[in-house]
């Protein structure tokens, strides 16, 4: 990955087609250690293609990916109105039993007493 973002750095700075000088030269200034095979693999791959294109069917990619589970997650949203009720009873032993806690934890004492 970080040889994707350096890529895509000295890109962004000006660099049509970066050669692994210009990506060794970034990930030296922030002392990372290049490993010529992954380098030139990035390079080799990245040569010759319009990277806005790249970006934009990654998105695609990304977008059509399931996320945070995706279809499950409205079956339970159809179903949380019910539920409301019971969250409202909830919420008021939560703040009565965090309002308990709070008077209990001291004990009596002080940390500096």
């Known amino acids: 990955m970080r ?14 087609s970066p050669s692994a000088a210009d990506i060794e030269k970034i990930l030296s200034s922030v002392g990372i250690e290049v ?8 390079i080799n791959e990245l040569k010759g293609k319009n990277l806005e294109e790249l970006i934009a069917s ?7 990916m399931p996320a945070g589970g995706g279809a499950a997650a409205a079956a339970p949203a ?7 009720g019971a969250d409202k009873k909830e919420e008021k032993k939560e703040e009565k039993k965090a309002e308990s806690e709070e ?11």
């Open 3 to 16: 040889y994707v973002a350096a890529y895509l750095l000295a890109a962004l700075g000006g660099k049509e």
């Open 35 to 42: 490993d010529k095979e992954k380098l030139t693999k990035v």
């Open 58 to 64: 990654g998105q695609e990619k990304l977008a059509s």
């Open 78 to 84: 159809a179903g949380a109105a019910p539920a409301a």
């Open 103 to 113: 008077s209990d934890d001291d004990m009596g004492f002080g940390l500096f007493d």
